[in-house]
């Protein structure tokens, strides 16, 4: 199928526009009605559309979209029924699931939203394309939408890259279906269910890109949890060496989760209604890190977790608690950190809270890992316990899209 310009419209979908541009990589996003995808598409927006200073960070997002343009979105079922089809949605309908949302709030005013509809539906064939346009004083695009948990072949918009962010496709066998025709690579928002497929936290362990086409063109960008934690333990494995660790997150509720009690076979307590419960569950992030980081010596750093997920909904923070191999002081830890906050080599990874801030204050923050100053602790010089905040939202999405932008050099000149 091929898609032509929009009649009447005064500038081009970029999918067909710029299909031969090398300066740029398309990417899609299958997934985005909700949850990381949703977030993605919000930074993109903001990136490409906001004024400068409307919100935290706003110029070292812009870098990392600069070179990459989202052709289409993936909202989804979207509630449609048999038969049905985006185009049966009203524009309301649809704007409103992208414009707002209770997490992260709504995007700016100066954003401007609408819907085009394209085509025509007889009793033999249904033609009708849906375009979202966005448009500001900055910035103008339109942006294919489809609403199916169907696959979707990505080829016929000039997709080179599709992000994964419906948690349904965690191993390699799902993954690689999105790959064909112009997609060459697929980024997983998710930790891979696969424990050989290749996983990177951008800023921690970027050197394994050159591994990409060996792992089939697919990488998992790891979780929220993992992206917090892993540029603390390589920065106290450099440092001082890590004999063996623990870390215990406290999540904000995911979608996973029961609003009320439910009955099930699995007696998980995650079945439990989450409205006002603290719900003790299993996480694999600290184990993950073992995909990521090696010791110094080139074997697994040993590390275990936990996880409580709490009535909240963003924001979340790790206690990571490390046997240190080599003794040292409060200072020096203090001052590995702050060092750490200044390298370039840890820009958007690792930084400070506010001095007496809840983990409200950390949301819609860039960086991975926010640690406590007034929350380090350290028994006998080498029993390391921090507090680290993050954003499970919209830091996890921002270390998403900059492996999107590295991955995506590969396509471009």
């Not at 830890?333 to 400070?352: C, F, Q, S, T």
Request: aromatic share 6%; hydrophobic share 35%; charged share 25%.
């Amino acid at each position: 199928m091929k898609v032509s310009a929009i009649s009447g419209s005064s500038f081009a979908f970029k999918g067909i526009e710029r299909k031969d541009d090398k300066h740029y990589s398309n990417f899609a996003i299958n997934g985005a009605g909700s949850g990381i995808g949703k977030n993605m598409l919000r930074q993109y927006f903001l990136a490409k559309f906001a004024p400068e200073g409307v919100w935290n960070k706003w110029d070292e997002l812009g870098k990392i979209y600069k070179n990459q343009n989202l052709v289409v979105l993936n909202m989804g079922s979207m509630g449609l029924k048999g038969g049905q089809n985006i185009a049966d949605l009203s524009d309301e309908v649809i704007l409103d699931q992208i414009k707002h949302g209770n997490v992260l709030g709504d995007l700016p005013d100066s954003i401007r939203l609408s819907i085009e509809k394209t085509g025509e539906k007889n009793e033999l064939e249904d033609k009708r394309e849906v375009f979202l346009v966005a448009e500001s004083a900055r910035n103008k695009e339109k942006i294919k939408l489809e609403a199916t948990r169907d696959p979707v072949n990505w080829s016929q918009y000039n997709a080179q890259i599709v992000v994964d962010t419906t948690g349904a496709n965690t191993t390699k066998e799902k993954i690689m279906k999105h790959l064909g025709g112009t997609v060459k690579y697929a980024v997983l928002s998710a930790p891979s269910k696969n424990s050989d497929m290749l996983t990177i936290v951008p800023g921690v362990n970027n050197e394994r890109l050159k591994d990409l086409e060996a792992n089939g063109n697919v990488v998992s960008a790891a979780s929220c949890t993992t992206t917090c934690i892993a540029p603390y333990i390589k920065l106290f494995e450099d440092k001082f060496g890590i004999e063996s660790g623990f870390v215990d997150t406290t999540h904000a509720a995911t979608g996973s989760q029961n609003i009320a009690d439910k009955a099930n076979a699995n007696a998980e307590s995650k079945k439990r209604g989450s409205i006002d419960a603290m719900i003790p569950t299993s996480t694999g992030a600290a184990k993950a890190i073992g995909l990521v980081i090696n010791s110094k010596d080139g074997g697994k750093i040993p590390l275990d977790g936990m996880a409580t997920r709490v009535p909240t909904e963003d924001g979340s923070m790790a206690i990571i608690t490390l046997k240190l191999k080599q003794k040292t002081d409060i200072d020096t830890v203090r001052a590995a950190l702050a060092e750490a906050e200044k390298n370039p080599a840890y820009k958007n990874l690792i930084a400070k809270a506010p001095k007496g801030s809840t983990s409200k204050d950390v949301i819609n923050r860039i960086e991975s890992g926010l640690y406590i100053p007034e929350a380090i602790k350290l028994t006998n010089g080498d029993l390391l316990s921090i507090k680290v905040y993050y954003d499970n939202e919209f830091g996890y999405t921002r270390s998403l899209a900059t492996l999107t932008d590295k991955v995506g050099s590969n396509v471009r000149e």
